[in-house]
Each structure stands twice: as structure tokens, then as C-alpha cells.
């Protein structure tokens, strides 16, 4: 049976199915140049969820740096945070096999106390994760801050503290800077004055690691700056410390706000992460949501990031400081050499809103935007390109969620609106995944009717420029009573029904209405989902599908240029925890496919055994003549360099494809590297940081033909040169 997906465009992957017990075959026609590849391909998206920014990017260390008193937490949510803190502390003895199977650090939801915490006294009115320094004489209680909440550090003559254990990046740095918001309160005289310190103390112990005197406090609110350096060696991996702020002395001492940096942090920015974003090679990097910025207005997060409101986060729970902005974000990606692409609030937000937004950052001086970006300490405009006009609106999960017509209404406001300021931005509108499937009474939790894009088309026609998909198949949902086997070749079906129906049908609906070059971008991307024994972003499983999610868009990049992998930071990607930072499989993975960034696709026939699938994922339940191989080639302009990626869907089965490279005679040494996991839903851990790192793997030239073994459920990359 011959099959043909790819009718995005050009058809690049011919499937020819045959016997299971046939030997498969893999021709590359390398002659025959398509289309170039672009770098948009390989994007990525930051969301303010879990630690992705609080913890992650942001190298501030303290959580809860504001004393904020409601920590917007359900109980679950702390006490993962409690338990993940034992858990990081217990690795101390450096002993994977401590940590439970398949675990990962941190939340997938609520904001702001990073990926664990150590102490819980609001019973006390202490704010999370804040305890009372061991020693007090005096009292900690909750205050009204300079902006916000605060603490009051009442001695009595004698002491009064507050502690944070904390994770420190010692196995790079000792040296460690801050300031904290502070003011002296009865107006005591001069000789009567408290004074503060700060420090590091060992947890559970008395023993003070490093110190410093801040000295006598202001009556009015001031701003006092300190640094502290740690002895070598004197902090164990994965020990948490104690900062502490304490005063001794006759007055009341009030606490507004305190942040505590590692002294290498670049610009507010963790340098770790930094370099890993870079190596990555992230070329376009999507922002702040995601669910959250359907609750998110972005005025909150710029100016003085000491004058910037902290709000609950309505979307994931925990709190929003609002530290990491509009231009942080915008530094953070021009740092890292990524492109912004910015997604705008359709559900609490406004036309008004997201035109002021765009003027913001793309607006000249002499407009009201511009100048306040101007006065903020960014002169020039930042030029940014991609805008996307809301995200997920058709879920009920989403603020503001609506129907087709109403999605359909908001799009044409926002877009008149944000053309206005900018004729120039490229706008990607909300599609929608359920509009693939049959109406039903499951979908009750989402807008299901098969007419969310014709709508949208409807009512703005040739004005839609590109329209947003998101590729998040769920591994559990209606394969509540599938076998993990049954779920894993459903899930991997996924990628193949989308190539080869539902895009090509909703490209074929854009031309219906007048868009001449339609265009998709897959603003996120990976498998989500509870059951850890199944494939998801955060293990191994998402390289399998990554390989095949790539390979799609490799082969229909003219009319799919842009995709936003989940994600940099909340799953599937970078993590940090305990200090330290390390990587999920999928970030290997999606780093192989760099090379093939300016290339040019050119066709594959995969000619082998597949399979067919009922009740897979619930937006692609029943899949036929599914490929067990998936292939994808490029080849360099000058027809130098052709680089093939394979993926092995089978879970049981290596592969020995014979691979015809029709007239690319390589030099006798052919680049090969391999991604493998024994166990296909393995996960990365603080210990195993290169756990799934490529590796070489053999691979015989015989003239202008390969051979090669291909393990079960494994990606591999052949780089050949003549």
C-alpha cells in the first residue's frame, strides 16, 4: 500500500507499507532540492508557570522575596513543594536511587516559590516559605510594606530574625550580592538605634557561614545593598542554607522586600540557563503564556522592578512578581540570540491593551508607549515581529474562554487595533485542535463544533496571516483503560494524522476564504499528560515524538515555518533544582535538528512495515499505515553535506533499513549519533544530568547506500559530507 502525507506542500516522505517481517528500505532522492529550512522551526516557549522564571531564568534566589502573606497555593501544590525539598536535601548523599522513580522537581502549575521549599510557619503569620531565625527573643510579625506586605522584626532590646533555607549554586560560585527594603520604626535615638545583619548560617545548626552589618537603619524606607562571601568548600551540593536577616537592639525594624543574587548572575539573568539557551540554539522564543497571559496585563510587569505590583497568578496559582517583564524578556532572548514572539491576553485583555503593548515595544519615542519604554531605559524600539492574538481561548481551562463567533469577533478587534500601531507585525490567530474532531459530549471542557475556523475566516478572510495550532496530545484522556503499549503507538500516530489529514484541510479552508499563502505556526508542541508511565515532554518518550514532530515540519516548513516547543523551562527542556541545572531528553533532541537550518529538504521513500491504531489520542483516535520508520533529509546548497534523521517508533523491534542515497556518494566516514533509552519513559535527574546525551553509533557507507541498526524507540542523525 502506498501512502503519501505531506500535502501541507510538496509530498517529501512516500510510505510504501509491506509485511512485518519484510526487510525495510529507505531511498533519499538528494538531487531532487524543495524548499529551505527555516530556523523558526526550532523555536521555543517561556511561560510564567512552576519555576520557569521564579527559579529558573531569573537567578534571584530567595522565594518570596516581597513576605507576601496569601501564598495562592492548594494543598497539594505545597505540599509537593515540602516534600520535593526533603527529597533535594536527601541527595546530598549522592545516591540516585533516593529519589523516587520517575520523579521530577517542581511544580507543572503554581508560580513563584520555585521547584521546593523547606519551611512552612503561616500558621504563625510568617510568610511562605519564611520561618523565625532560631534564637529570636524578640518577635516576627506580618506588617504593611512599602508596597504591598511586609515584616516587622520587633527585638525588644534584644534580637529578632527571619531565615530562608535556600539551594546556592556553590559548585560555581561563593560570592553572593542583594539589598533589602528596610526602615526603623518608634524613632528611638541615635545611641538606641537597632542594627541589622544578614548572613548564611548551616540549616538546623547555629554555626554562621557568612555575615554582614548592615548597621544602623533609616526611619524612612531606604534601600541597603550587601554581599557575602561563603569560605570554599563549606557548603556541601544539594545543602541547603540559611540566609537570615536579624536585628538586635531597642526598635522595630520593617522588612519590605529583600532579594539575593549569586554574584555571576548575568543582568538578573541565571547564567547557567543563559548558556544552555544558547547552545541550544533557541531561534525564536514565545512569551509570557501560555494560560497565563490570559490573565496577565503587561503593565504590571514594567518600570522600577521595585514599584511592580505582586498579584496572585490566576491562571496556575502561587504569586506573580512581576520582575521579569515585557523588556526583560526581551533582553533574556537578545541574550540568548532568540527572536521574541509575544502572545497578547484575548481573555481579560483588550484591543486597547494590546495596541498599547505593541507601541510599547515597537513604537518610536515620540509616541506615549515608546517614551515610557524610553523612560524605562530602552530607547530603541525592539522591533518585535510575531504577535499571537491569544491562546487556548476555546478551552474552559482559559480566562475569558468563548466560542467560534466570539474568538472570531475578538481576533478582528485585536488585529485592527495592534495593524494600526504596527502595519509591519505579523499576527497569528488562535486556531483551535478540537475543530479536527466529531462534535460529541466529551468535549465539554473545550469548543468543539467544526466551525472555529470558518469563522474566524468568515469574518476576517484574507486579513488572517497565519492561524496557531497547539500539537499537545494527552496520554491518558480516553485511553483511561489502554495498555501503556496501546497509548505509546497512539501517541506517535499523532504527528502522522495531523501531516497527512488535518492540516492539509485547514490550509485548504484558509485558500477557501481568500488567504493566498496560508501559514501555520505550531505555538506549542509535546505530549502532556499525568501518567508517568507513559511518553511525555518531561521524558524520554517526547525524543520519539520530537523526531517525528521535527520531521514533519522539516517537510512542510513553506506552509508551517513557525513551532514553539514545551518548553524552555516548565517541561520537556532546561530544568533547575537543589542549585543545580540539568536537562530533559528532549532538549538533545531538538538540539540535533540545528543542523538543519538553512538546508534543503528533499524527499525520502520509507518502504517497510507500519501499523494501525484504534482509540489512540482523543483528537486522533483511529490512525491507519503508520510508519515504524519515520525519515526526514536535507542537503546543503552546494550539495556538500546531506544530513538524514531516523526515528524508530517501534517499542520491541530494532530496524535495518538498506539506505539508498540515489547517486550522494559520502566520504568513506559517515557521522552517526543516536538517541536510546533502555527504559522509553526514563527521566533526567540532578544527578544523571547527561543521562541522555547522543551517542555515536556506527554506520557502514557502501558507495552511495548505508547500513545501519536502528534501536527500538530511538532518534538517530546521519551527517554525511562528499
Given at each position: 500500500m502506498?501512502?503519501?502525507?505531506?500535502?501541507?506542500?510538496?509530498?517529501?516522505?512516500?510510505?510504501?507499507?509491506?509485511?512485518?517481517?519484510?526487510?525495510?528500505?529507505?531511498?533519499?532522492?538528494?538531487?531532487?532540492?524543495?524548499?529551505?529550512?527555516?530556523?523558526?522551526?526550532?523555536?521555543?516557549?517561556?511561560?510564567?508557570?512552576?519555576?520557569?522564571i521564579?527559579?529558573?531564568?531569573?537567578?534571584?534566589?530567595?522565594?518570596?522575596?516581597?513576605?507576601?502573606?496569601?501564598?495562592?497555593?492548594?494543598?497539594n501544590?505545597?505540599?509537593?513543594?515540602?516534600?520535593?525539598?526533603?527529597?533535594?536535601?536527601?541527595?546530598?548523599?549522592?545516591?540516585?536511587?533516593?529519589?523516587?522513580?520517575?520523579?521530577?522537581?517542581?511544580?507543572?502549575?503554581?508560580?513563584?516559590?520555585g521547584a521546593?521549599?523547606?519551611?512552612?510557619?503561616?500558621k504563625?503569620?510568617?510568610?511562605?516559605?519564611?520561618?523565625?531565625?532560631?534564637?529570636?527573643?524578640g518577635?516576627?510579625?506580618?506588617?504593611?510594606?512599602?508596597?504591598?506586605?511586609?515584616?516587622?522584626?520587633?527585638?525588644?532590646?534584644?534580637?529578632?530574625?527571619?531565615?530562608?533555607?535556600?539551594?546556592?549554586?556553590?559548585?560555581?560560585?561563593?560570592?553572593?550580592e542583594?539589598?533589602?527594603?528596610?526602615?526603623?520604626?518608634?524613632?528611638?535615638?541615635?545611641?538606641?538605634?537597632?542594627?541589622?545583619?544578614?548572613?548564611?548560617?548551616?540549616?538546623?545548626?547555629?554555626?554562621?557561614?557568612?555575615?554582614?552589618?548592615?548597621?544602623?537603619?533609616?526611619?524612612?524606607?531606604?534601600?541597603?545593598?550587601?554581599?557575602?562571601?561563603?569560605?570554599?568548600?563549606?557548603?556541601?551540593?544539594?545543602?541547603?542554607?540559611?540566609?537570615?536577616?536579624?536585628?538586635?537592639?531597642a526598635?522595630?525594624?520593617l522588612?519590605?522586600?529583600?532579594?539575593?543574587?549569586?554574584?555571576?548572575?548575568i543582568?538578573?539573568?541565571?547564567?547557567?540557563?543563559?548558556?544552555?539557551?544558547?547552545?541550544?540554539?533557541?531561534?525564536?522564543?514565545?512569551?509570557?503564556?501560555?494560560?497565563?497571559?490570559?490573565?496577565?496585563h503587561?503593565?504590571?510587569?514594567?518600570?522600577?522592578?521595585?514599584?511592580?505590583?505582586?498579584?496572585?497568578?490566576?491562571a496556575?496559582?502561587?504569586?506573580?512578581?512581576?520582575?521579569?517583564?515585557?523588556?526583560?524578556f526581551?533582553?533574556?532572548?537578545?541574550?540568548?540570540?532568540?527572536?521574541?514572539?509575544?502572545?497578547?491576553?484575548?481573555?481579560?485583555?483588550?484591543?486597547e491593551e494590546?495596541?498599547?503593548?505593541?507601541?510599547?515595544c515597537?513604537?518610536?519615542?515620540?509616541?506615549?508607549?515608546?517614551?515610557?519604554?524610553?523612560?524605562?531605559?530602552?530607547?530603541?524600539?525592539?522591533?518585535?515581529?510575531?504577535?499571537?492574538?491569544?491562546?487556548?481561548?476555546?478551552?474552559?481551562?482559559?480566562?475569558?474562554?468563548?466560542?467560534?463567533?466570539?474568538?472570531?469577533?475578538?481576533?478582528?478587534?485585536?488585529?485592527?487595533?495592534?495593524?494600526?500601531?504596527?502595519?509591519?507585525?505579523?499576527?497569528?490567530?488562535?486556531?483551535?485542535?478540537?475543530?479536527?474532531?466529531?462534535p460529541?459530549?466529551?468535549?465539554?471542557?473545550?469548543?468543539?463544533?467544526?466551525?472555529?475556523?470558518r469563522?474566524?475566516?468568515?469574518?476576517?478572510?484574507?486579513?488572517?496571516?497565519?492561524?496557531?495550532?497547539?500539537?499537545?496530545?494527552?496520554?491518558?484522556?480516553?485511553?483511561e483503560?489502554k495498555?501503556?503499549?496501546?497509548?505509546?503507538?497512539?501517541?506517535?500516530?499523532?504527528?502522522?494524522?495531523?501531516?497527512?489529514?488535518?492540516?492539509?484541510?485547514?490550509?485548504?479552508?484558509?485558500?477557501?476564504?481568500?488567504?493566498?499563502?496560508?501559514k501555520?505556526?505550531?505555538?506549542?508542541?509535546?505530549?502532556?499528560?499525568?501518567?508517568?508511565?507513559?511518553?511525555?515532554?518531561?521524558?524520554?518518550?517526547?525524543?520519539?515524538y520530537?523526531?517525528?514532530?521535527?520531521?514533519l515540519?522539516?517537510?512542510?516548513?513553506?506552509?508551517?515555518?513557525?513551532?514553539?516547543?514545551?518548553?524552555?523551562?516548565?517541561?520537556?527542556?532546561?530544568?533547575?533544582?537543589?542549585?543545580?541545572?540539568?536537562?530533559?531528553a528532549?532538549?538533545?533532541?531538538?538540539?540535533?535538528?540545528?543542523?538543519t537550518?538553512?538546508?534543503?529538504?528533499?524527499?525520502c521513500?520509507?518502504?517497510?512495515?507500519?501499523?494501525?491504531?484504534?482509540?489512540?489520542?482523543?483528537?486522533?483516535?483511529?490512525?491507519?499505515?503508520?510508519?515504524?520508520?519515520?525519515?526526514?533529509?536535507?542537503?546543503?546548497?552546494?550539495?556538500?553535506?546531506?544530513?538524514?534523521?531516523?526515528?524508530?517508533?517501534?517499542?520491541?523491534?530494532?530496524?535495518?533499513?538498506?539506505?539508498?542515497?540515489?547517486?550522494?556518494?559520502?566520504?568513506?566516514?559517515?557521522?552517526?549519533?543516536?538517541?536510546?533509552?533502555?527504559?522509553?519513559?526514563?527521566?533526567?535527574?540532578?544527578?544523571?544530568?547527561?543521562?541522555?546525551?547522543?551517542?555515536e553509533?556506527?554506520?557502514?557507507?557502501?558507495?552511495?547506500?548505508?547500513?545501519?541498526?536502528?534501536?527500538?524507540?530511538?532518534?538517530?542523525?546521519?551527517?554525511?559530507t562528499?
Amino acid at each position: 500500500m502506498r501512502i503519501e502525507p505531506g500535502r501541507c506542500g510538496k509530498n517529501l516522505l512516500e510510505f510504501i507499507r509491506t509485511a512485518d517481517d519484510c526487510n525495510p528500505s529507505i531511498d533519499i532522492f538528494p538531487n531532487q532540492k524543495s524548499h529551505r529550512i527555516p530556523a523558526t522551526i526550532l523555536g521555543n516557549f517561556l511561560e510564567h508557570l512552576g519555576f520557569a522564571i521564579y527559579g529558573g531564568v531569573w537567578a534571584q534566589l530567595l522565594i518570596n522575596h516581597v513576605f507576601h502573606q496569601e501564598h495562592n497555593l492548594n494543598a497539594n501544590d505545597l505540599e509537593r513543594l515540602l516534600k520535593d525539598g526533603e527529597l533535594l536535601t536527601g541527595l546530598s548523599n549522592r545516591d540516585p536511587e533516593s529519589l523516587p522513580p520517575y520523579w521530577l522537581p517542581g511544580l507543572v502549575g503554581a508560580t513563584g516559590f520555585g521547584a521546593a521549599i523547606l519551611d512552612d510557619e503561616t500558621k504563625d503569620g510568617i510568610p511562605l516559605p519564611w520561618a523565625v531565625l532560631e534564637g529570636s527573643l524578640g518577635g516576627v510579625y506580618p506588617a504593611a510594606g512599602r508596597l504591598g506586605h511586609g515584616v516587622r522584626l520587633s527585638p525588644g532590646g534584644q534580637s529578632a530574625g527571619i531565615r530562608q533555607s535556600v539551594f546556592l549554586p556553590t559548585h560555581r560560585v561563593t560570592a553572593y550580592e542583594g539589598f533589602a527594603w528596610v526602615r526603623r520604626e518608634d524613632g528611638v535615638s541615635e545611641s538606641g538605634m537597632t542594627e541589622l545583619s544578614v548572613g548564611f548560617k548551616r540549616r538546623g545548626a547555629v554555626e554562621v557561614l557568612a555575615e554582614t552589618k548592615l548597621g544602623s537603619v533609616s526611619p524612612e524606607w531606604s534601600k541597603v545593598e550587601f554581599r557575602l562571601e561563603l569560605p570554599t568548600d563549606s557548603v556541601a551540593d544539594f545543602e541547603p542554607v540559611d540566609f537570615f536577616i536579624a536585628a538586635q537592639g531597642a526598635s522595630d525594624i520593617l522588612l519590605d522586600r529583600v532579594e539575593l543574587y549569586p554574584e555571576d548572575h548575568i543582568e538578573g539573568f541565571d547564567p547557567e540557563i543563559v548558556q544552555l539557551t544558547k547552545d541550544w540554539g533557541v531561534p525564536l522564543l514565545r512569551g509570557p503564556g501560555g494560560n497565563f497571559v490570559s490573565g496577565y496585563h503587561w503593565r504590571d510587569g514594567v518600570g522600577p522592578r521595585d514599584l511592580r505590583p505582586t498579584r496572585p497568578n490566576p491562571a496556575w496559582g502561587g504569586l506573580e512578581y512581576n520582575d521579569f517583564g515585557t523588556d526583560e524578556f526581551v533582553r533574556f532572548c537578545r541574550l540568548v540570540g532568540a527572536e521574541p514572539h509575544i502572545c497578547v491576553n484575548i481573555g481579560t485583555g483588550t484591543p486597547e491593551e494590546a495596541a498599547a503593548w505593541v507601541e510599547y515595544c515597537n513604537g518610536s519615542v515620540d509616541t506615549p508607549m515608546g517614551r515610557l519604554r524610553a523612560e524605562n531605559g530602552h530607547p530603541e524600539p525592539y522591533d518585535i515581529r510575531y504577535w499571537e492574538v491569544g491562546n487556548e481561548i476555546y478551552g474552559c481551562w482559559q480566562i475569558g474562554n468563548c466560542g467560534s463567533q466570539e474568538n472570531a469577533r475578538r481576533y478582528k478587534l485585536f488585529a485592527e487595533a495592534m495593524r494600526k500601531v504596527d502595519p509591519s507585525i505579523v499576527l497569528i490567530a488562535t486556531g483551535n485542535p478540537f475543530d479536527f474532531v466529531e462534535p460529541d459530549p466529551h468535549w465539554s471542557f473545550a469548543t468543539a463544533d467544526q466551525n472555529w475556523h470558518r469563522a474566524l475566516l468568515q469574518e476576517s478572510g484574507s486579513n488572517v496571516e497565519y492561524i496557531s495550532l497547539h500539537a499537545l496530545p494527552e496520554n491518558t484522556r480516553r485511553m483511561e483503560d489502554k495498555t501503556d503499549e496501546h497509548a505509546w503507538y497512539g501517541l506517535m500516530a499523532h504527528p502522522t494524522k495531523w501531516e497527512r489529514d488535518d492540516l492539509p484541510g485547514l490550509l485548504g479552508l484558509m485558500r477557501e476564504y481568500g488567504v493566498e499563502e496560508p501559514k501555520l505556526a505550531i505555538t506549542e508542541w509535546g505530549i502532556l499528560g499525568p501518567n508517568e508511565r507513559r511518553p511525555r515532554v518531561e521524558n524520554f518518550g517526547e525524543v520519539i515524538y520530537a523526531g517525528l514532530f521535527l520531521n514533519l515540519m522539516m517537510r512542510n516548513a513553506p506552509s508551517i515555518p513557525i513551532a514553539n516547543a514545551t518548553a524552555l523551562l516548565h517541561g520537556g527542556c532546561i530544568r533547575k533544582a537543589g542549585g543545580k541545572t540539568f536537562v530533559d531528553a528532549q532538549y538533545y533532541a531538538i538540539q540535533l535538528y540545528n543542523d538543519t537550518i538553512s538546508h534543503l529538504a528533499v524527499p525520502c521513500r520509507y518502504q517497510g512495515p507500519g501499523y494501525d491504531i484504534e482509540g489512540g489520542t482523543e483528537t486522533t483516535p483511529d490512525v491507519d499505515d503508520v510508519p515504524y520508520l519515520d525519515a526526514a533529509a536535507c542537503i546543503s546548497e552546494d550539495g556538500s553535506e546531506l544530513v538524514i534523521y531516523l526515528v524508530n517508533r517501534h517499542l520491541d523491534s530494532e530496524m535495518r533499513p538498506v539506505i539508498n542515497l540515489n547517486g550522494f556518494v559520502p566520504n568513506e566516514k559517515a557521522e552517526g549519533v543516536c538517541m536510546v533509552s533502555s527504559d522509553p519513559v526514563a527521566v533526567s535527574s540532578p544527578l544523571e544530568p547527561e543521562r541522555f546525551k547522543p551517542q555515536e553509533c556506527d554506520v557502514t557507507v557502501r558507495g552511495d547506500s548505508l547500513e545501519l541498526v536502528l534501536p527500538p524507540c530511538s532518534l538517530t542523525r546521519i551527517r554525511l559530507t562528499r
